[in-house]
């Protein structure tokens, strides 16, 4: 099983920033794309950012221009630098990774815990 684990979530003030991590531990044969999504309360998943392994990105329109994304392929690490945070993006965000176990496994989209990230008026 491929773990995926978020961290740097956390309580901020309306226009404050945050930059959460992912980190894909242990061996790994490759890791194709990457994403993050977030889940308000009571509401769908929906898509934040994605990155390619080549380094290509795609955002949801709500986040263009406050919100990068970026990766260490080296590290098997995924980041997301959050700024200009609005109440309304109070959610559990979550870390995706297309990943591929080793040499006999197929691509496989594994999820992380999500880590909280609360937004205050």
């Known amino acids: 099983q491929v773990q995926v684990v978020e961290s740097g979530g956390g309580f901020v003030q309306a226009g404050g920033s945050l930059r959460l991590t992912c980190v894909v531990p242990?061996?790994?044969?490759?890791?194709?794309?990457m994403g993050w999504y977030r889940q308000p309360q009571g509401k769908q998943r929906e898509l934040v950012a994605t990155i390619t392994s080549a380094g290509n990105t795609n955002y949801a329109d709500s986040v263009k221009g406050r919100f990068t994304t970026s990766r260490d392929n080296a590290k098997n690490t995924l980041y997301l630098q959050m700024s200009g945070l609005k109440p309304e993006e109070t959610a559990v965000y979550y870390c995706?990774?297309?990943?591929?176990?080793?040499?006999?496994?197929?691509?496989?989209?594994?999820w992380g815990q999500g880590t909280q990230v609360t937004v205050s008026s």
């Open positions: 242990g061996s790994i044969r490759r890791i194709n794309a």
């Open positions: 995706n990774a297309e990943a591929v176990r080793d040499y006999y496994s197929f691509p496989m989209a594994y």
